[in-house]
């Protein structure tokens, strides 16, 4: 293993440290010292290898994770308020926090939590002057219809309580960097034999939502149970998929229909009055599609809630 690539392991190794500690940290200090501590680099040399691993400056890193965190909350949350939302993210000022909002998403924070059709709520019907019902809210409940209807006709829906769960991974940032990341994992993984454990679980775990990230900056994470005993190794990491309750939707679906499958899973949640929790959304795969003559993956779709 030459040295290059051995230096570019530990890059990696210590970045997904900082990205992790950024997620959990959104409302704390993320000035540039205490992140570059955590990290273990110098401030120098961190700023210049965070945007070589991440893909953008640090500035622009957090700002944009704020943002895309105050954006789900107003979608999953609708009790806080915009100026609650400004004041615990670091913004001074309303303005400035609507100023950075519509950078990112074309509207104020207010006009957002009242326009999006993904935020799953139940909504009105509003009559325009001429006595015409709003085309978007037309629009928004026939989504709602449909996604009600697919979930009756295509899951299984259980509340779940899990257990601490030790997990090896390989993590990405992009869509398109996922099957790269399960290749990685599973080239650590065959020679163990840990796909040839009944008790092994390959799962799938989602630090951003589509619905309000870019698919090129979503981050997740491939990764297979393991034992007590495992190590981290080159680029695979260990972590742990935290305890709580998960409403859990099995679907015997195509790749095209995970979108779908995700979208009518958290209309059930908000319909049946449950809460997101602040974990991340995950998949656990039941077989390997690819193996399947229709293509078809058995897979619980997970939503960690309160």
Not at 143 to 149: E, G, R
Not at 160 to 187: D, H, M, W
């Amino acid at each position: 293993m030459n040295q290059r690539y051995t230096l570019q392991i530990e890059y990696i190794a210590r970045i997904d440290q900082v990205l992790k500690f950024i997620d959990e940290n959104l409302d704390a200090d993320l000035s540039l010292d205490a992140l570059a501590q955590v990290a273990n680099y110098s401030t120098f040399h961190f700023h210049r290898i965070f945007k070589q691993i991440a893909g953008e400056s640090l500035n622009t890193y957090i700002l944009r994770k704020r943002i895309e965190k105050m954006a789900s909350v107003l979608m999953y949350q609708p009790g806080i308020s915009v100026t609650e939302l400004s004041l615990q993210y670091g913004f001074n000022s309303n303005s400035s926090f609507t100023r950075a909002f519509k950078k990112y998403y074309g509207v104020s924070p207010t006009e957002f939590r009242r326009q999006l059709p993904s935020r799953f709520s139940k909504i009105r019907q509003i009559e325009s002057k001429n006595r015409q019902v709003d085309q978007i809210f037309e629009e928004y409940i026939c989504n709602i219809n449909d996604l009600k209807n697919w979930i009756k006709m295509n899951a299984k829906i259980e509340i779940r309580e899990f257990a601490p769960l030790k997990l090896a991974c390989v993590s990405t940032i992009g869509a398109q960097g996922i099957s790269n990341a399960y290749n990685e994992l599973l080239k650590w993984a065959v020679p163990k034999n840990l796909l040839g454990k009944e008790t092994t679980k390959i799962i799938t775990i989602y630090h951003d939502s589509f619905k309000i990230t870019a698919p090129e900056k979503v981050r997740m994470s491939a990764c297979i149970s393991v034992g007590e005993g495992e190590k981290a190794e080159g680029k695979i990491r260990l972590t742990t998929l935290k305890p709580g309750k998960c409403i859990v939707g099995y679907f015997q679906i195509g790749l095209a229909d995970f979108e779908k499958s995700w979208s009518s899973l958290f209309v059930w949640m908000n319909e049946q009055g449950y809460q997101k929790a602040e974990g991340n959304p995950f998949e656990i795969y039941h077989n390997d599609f690819r193996e399947d003559p229709n293509q078809i993956a058995k897979v619980d779709f997970c939503i960690p809630i309160r």
